[in-house]
Structures are given as structure tokens and as C-alpha cells.
């Protein structure tokens, strides 16, 4: 078998297909919960514990060779070649991923509610093949006369 062909079967199959829009998806739906954080969740709790803005908290390991501290920004801190640690842009990613994480999580879990509710009205309970016996109460096929147990005659 040519390589071609195989890669071509691999690429046509559904599970293939399937992840490679979930990859797509993924990647998309990753920038709007950054931009969530970053522009709508983070300057209002940034107010809430003083005006502080998230993207902007750093601390200076070493001070730059062309300016000495302080720095009045990040972007001021790295222009002079300072050599700093982004704390506040780390807490970005990782509010990012808090969220990201509880958004799969609602939806998994809403995907697994919804094959649950088609199980249960899928299962359609499979008629008795068998029936009581009025004397001894064990089990017994439907075409039976006799139970096998207290040897009754069935009705």
C-alpha cells in the first residue's frame, strides 16, 4: 500500500475530521476566553483591590544595563533590558485556564446529561420469558407446566 493511500485513509476518517474541528474550535474559543479575562474580568476585580492592573505586575530581578529602576511599566522595565519576573501576566493565564477549564467542564457535563436522556428512552424493557410459580414462588419458563422446584401443576 502506497503511502499516499494510507495517509489518505487516515485522513478521511471521521475520528480525524472530528478532532481536527475541535483543534480549530479549541484554538478559537481559547482567544475569547483570554479576551474575557484579560478585558472584562480582570480591570474590575484589578478596581476592587485598588486599581491595580494584572498584565502590568512584575518584579525586578535585575536592573536593566541602560536605565536603573524604577520602572514605571513593564514595557519601560524591558526596554531598558531588566531582567523581570511576570507574575501578573502568569495570573492572566491562569484565570484564563480557570475559566477554560469550568467552560469544558459545562459542557462535558451537559453532553453526558444529553446521552443519559437518549439512553433512558432508548431502553425499551425486553418482554418476561418467564413467570412465577404461585406455590414456591420461584421462576419459571412461560411454557411450562410444571415448576421444577415443588413440582406444582402451572396453569
Known sequence: MSVMKEF???????NVVDM???IIIG????AIVN???SQVILPPLGLLIGGVDFSSLYIIL??????AAPYNSLAEAT???AVTLNYGVFLNSVFSFVIMAFAV????K????????EGSKSAVPAPSTTKECPYCLSSVPLKATRCPQCTSELK
Do not use: C, D
Open 27 to 30: 484554538g478559537a474559543f481559547g
Open 79 to 81: 526596554a531598558a533590558g
Open 62 to 67: 535585575k536592573e536593566g544595563a541602560t536605565q
Open 105 to 108: 467542564f459545562l459542557l462535558v
Open 20 to 22: 481536527a474541528v475541535g
Open 8 to 14: 489518505k485513509e487516515f485522513a478521511v476518517k471521521g
Open 110 to 117: 451537559s453532553i453526558n446529561m444529553l446521552r443519559r436522556t
Open 35 to 37: 479576551n474575557l479575562v
